[in-house]
């Protein structure tokens, strides 16, 4: 088909357009700074674990917002209870409600106050009953939902102000769901600063600190570790009355405080109380903990004052920070963390070039070697992919994560299948006799079809784990995707424009697409079904093993799953693991455990179960101890919350994917190839899920990236088997289905251990080269990718064979031709 010149040349210039926005990506940032904004404004922007940064999920702590809530509304009904002569003292808290003695009048007050707090169409914050004399107020869930959401509303801007004060670039600070808020820093070098940062309240007060305990006096705890002291409940001055804070040197220690200031009208009560307390000692009181305690000398006009304390510089200017943005309406807690040092990204971003650039070779020789020259021409449309991919993406505004390499990398093996199918068919065509045009024509026409099949039910893989997915996992996604439909689109629409070209520039007589060496061999006459029986006997066996395994010795499950803190150190002389070890023993709470990682100078840090802020801070502590001047280049923390919500949607992601495919295949096909692709695919995932736990691999997000993917690679296998016999069935062939099938699998196995071989040729640098994140994804795949070709070849034909003997159309003659 010739096109139209116009066309040709809107293609072209597309491309030029394409190729011109993404060379930008692969210049130095020396080089790129130089050029215009223009140039680079469509560049694809690094996420954290290439450039080094941090990722925290806050989430409101509805314990302590309850809390709040309960004490305002125990202040509410206080205040009517005494315009009412009534004793407040006779409230009683149980849980999330509250009781007292009460009579109707009280009772129609609050009503009308909880009717107040209701929306339209919604319930009130808390409900009011009258029950034996004693009036029930209780805080409802729909309350609680509208104070976290309106806590993390307000929360956003607090933090924004926080991070603004830091001075970090380009910050990323979003709502996520109800009562959560995400934030993501480039270039943070110190995550233990940025949690004090982002989890601490602020909420300050000044109190007068007690002679001794005593009714309306609590003990609260120096911040210095000292020991604890009276202060009395009593708040004689809150914090929201500061104008400014600031951090400063003693000009006489020379030591780091934080000074403050007032405004107007705290600055006259600061003066009056200075004034009236003279020789008494004065608590300045940070999230329950007293920071300082000076005796008042004399009264201070002007309401400006200090705080000192053993206070670190960082600790100085955190405190002024803190102070000046205000405090956060309710705590919040760091439910996910992932940190990673700059010297980490700048490593990641080194092994993925390595990974990619011995990918692309392996894979270019493996299509040069079956195909020759036109092998070659193949390989240098995948380049276009790279650069059209990274177009795409630098469009969508997507950032370009370590997972996203590996997609990259992965759409280069899975690219090929699409020319290896077309190559395969043109082959067929010119074994027939085809002229060359006639034979590019007909091959290109007959491959369509398994095309679209095989990507649409790796496409479905990829918007689940893009809705059920977050962070980089969603990265990965959105990469593959557009992966595999531009390397559709350069297939079947750039591919074959130039083949058309060469074809009609040169006129052969016949398209010959030979390999770099030898010959094309036929298609051999290999009896799969006669081992049929005992090939699906031992995949079942196989698979009830696979099974067994996850009992015993069971998965290795990373945080991920079992929540926890996973931290890498690093230190400029070797890990004193017994040392470390120790300390770690002695001052982490939970079951920790401590292994070398990569190098000497290196160590893993791992706590599972339930852990936090604490427990990462008491990590740092240990080290800080047992090896001083080391670094942490990367830490993982995710709580129970995030952990349990992780591993149901890694579930709910698996088995969406498995129903869609079932579903697609099920329109295109027939029920009997949908039923048998998808319970070949069981067999498949269970092997590959019990080699996972027979290996010790640990199972995390990446491993559920990996499953899917292989969901989604296995199918596709299964589809181009399934699409031949179809084809062979609707063309009438008068044979017993199991010679149909022979004969169908013997003109795709070619194929079969092709695609596998470039696919595999893409993994393999990833798993040797790729460091941990990546080479947790490249395993499994390719133990995958092993199983998933094997089954498409010996069990995929044998499973579809019996389920049409369980066919009304199969029961009435020995053929499929009519399921066609």
Request: include cysteine.
């Amino acid at each position: 088909m010739r096109r139209p010149a116009w066309v040709v040349m809107t293609y072209v210039v597309l491309l030029l357009l394409a190729v011109a926005t993404a060379l930008p990506n692969f210049l130095p940032s020396t080089v790129r700074s130089t050029l215009p904004d223009w140039a680079t404004s469509h560049t694809v922007s690094l996420g954290l674990d290439l450039q080094g940064g941090a990722h925290l999920l806050l989430a409101v702590d509805r314990d302590d917002l309850a809390e709040s809530r309960l004490q305002e509304l125990r202040e509410t009904l206080a205040a009517e209870m005494r315009a009412r002569n009534l004793n407040p003292g006779a409230i009683r808290t149980e849980g999330l409600s509250l009781s007292t003695p009460s009579d109707n009048a009280l009772l129609a007050t609050m009503r009308e106050v909880a009717a107040a707090t209701a929306e339209p169409g919604s319930p009130s914050d808390f409900t009011v009953d009258l029950s034996g004399g004693n009036l029930r107020l209780e805080l409802t869930e729909a309350g609680l939902d509208r104070a976290a959401s309106s806590a993390a509303d307000s929360s956003l801007e607090v933090i924004r102000h926080r991070v603004d004060q830091v001075g970090v670039s380009e910050p990323v600070i979003s709502r996520v769901g109800k009562d959560r808020i995400l934030v993501q820093m480039p270039g943070v070098e110190n995550p233990a600063q940025l949690r004090e940062l982002l989890g601490s309240t602020a909420k300050m007060s000044f109190q007068m600190v007690a002679p001794g305990p005593g009714p309306g006096v609590s003990m609260l705890e120096m911040r210095d570790g000292s020991g604890a002291i009276p202060v009395e409940d009593r708040v004689v001055l809150s914090g929201d009355r500061l104008d400014r804070a600031a951090s400063a040197f003693d000009p006489d220690t020379g030591r780091p405080m934080v000074t403050f200031a007032f405004d107007r009208q705290g600055a006259v009560v600061f003066g009056n109380i200075t004034g009236a307390n003279i020789g008494q000692r004065f608590a300045v009181v940070l999230d329950g903990a007293v920071l300082t305690a000076p005796v008042i000398q004399a009264a201070i006009p002007g309401g400006q004052g200090q705080i000192t304390g053993d206070f670190t510089v960082e600790e100085a200017q955190t405190l002024a920070v803190l102070l000046t943005s205000g405090a956060l309406p309710a705590s919040l807690d760091i439910i996910e963390e992932r940190s990673v040092g700059a010297a980490l990204g700048a490593d990641s971003i080194k092994a993925g070039l390595i990974t990619g650039a011995v990918g692309l070779a392996l894979v270019v020789a493996t299509m040069v070697g079956l195909y020759g020259g036109w092998g070659l021409l193949a390989s240098g449309v995948l380049g276009l992919n790279v650069m059209l991919t990274l177009t795409a993406l630098g469009l969508l505004g997507a950032t370009l994560t370590l997972p996203g390499i590996a997609g990259i990398i992965l759409c280069l093996g899975i690219a090929v299948d699409s020319n290896i199918l077309i190559f395969s068919r043109i082959r067929e065509e010119t074994a027939k006799g085809a002229s060359a045009i006639k034979a590019l024509t007909q091959g290109y026409a007959r491959a369509w079809s398994t095309i679209l099949d095989a990507n649409i039910t790796t496409l479905l893989a990829m918007v689940l784990l893009f809705m059920f997915g977050a962070g980089a996992v969603r990265g990965f996604a959105i990469t593959m995707s557009l992966g595999i439909l531009i390397s559709m689109f350069t297939a079947v629409v750039l591919m074959r424009m130039m083949m058309e070209a060469l074809v009609r520039r040169r006129k052969p007589a016949r398209l010959v697409i030979a390999p770099l060496i030898g010959g094309v061999p036929a298609p051999g006459a290999f009896s799969f079904m006669r081992r049929g029986r005992l090939a699906l006997a031992l995949s079942a066996l196989l698979s009830l093993g696979a099974v067994g395994a996850l009992v015993w010795p069971g998965p290795n499950l990373g945080i991920d799953f079992t929540g926890g803190v996973q931290m890498v150190l690093r230190s400029d002389a070797p890990v004193p693991l017994a040392e470390l070890r120790a300390a770690i023993a002695t001052g982490v709470p939970g079951d920790a455990s401590l292994q070398a990682f990569g190098d000497p100078n290196e160590a893993l840090i791992r706590v599972q179960g339930e852990a936090g802020q604490a427990t990462v801070a008491a990590v740092e502590a240990a080290a800080a101890q047992a090896v001083p001047g080391a670094v942490f280049n990367q830490i993982d923390l995710v709580g129970p919350t995030i952990s349990g919500e992780l591993a149901t949607t890694g579930l709910i992601a698996l088995s969406l994917a498995v129903l869609g495919m079932l579903a697609y295949i099920w329109v295109r096909f027939e029920w009997h190839f949908a039923a048998g692709a998808i319970a070949v695919l069981f067999l498949d995932i269970t092997k590959t899920v019990g080699v996972i736990a027979v290996t010790g691999w640990e199972v995390n997000l990446t491993t559920i990236v990996a499953l899917l993917t292989l969901i989604g690679y296995s199918v596709n296998d299964k589809v181009v088997v399934y699409d031949r016999i179809r084809e062979h069935l609707r063309g009438g062939a008068d044979e017993p289905l199991s010679d149909v099938i022979d004969r169908s699998l013997n003109q795709v196995l070619a194929r079969c251990i092709f695609t596998s071989g470039t696919t595999l040729a893409a993994l393999l640098p990833m798993a040797i080269w790729g460091g941990q994140a990546v080479a947790g994804f490249a395993w499994p795949m390719i133990a995958g990718v092993v199983i998933a070709t094997g089954s498409s070849l010996f069990v995929s034909g044998p499973v579809l064979a019996w389920l049409a003997t369980r066919s009304p159309a199969e029961r009435s003659g020995p053929t499929l031709e009519q399921a066609g």
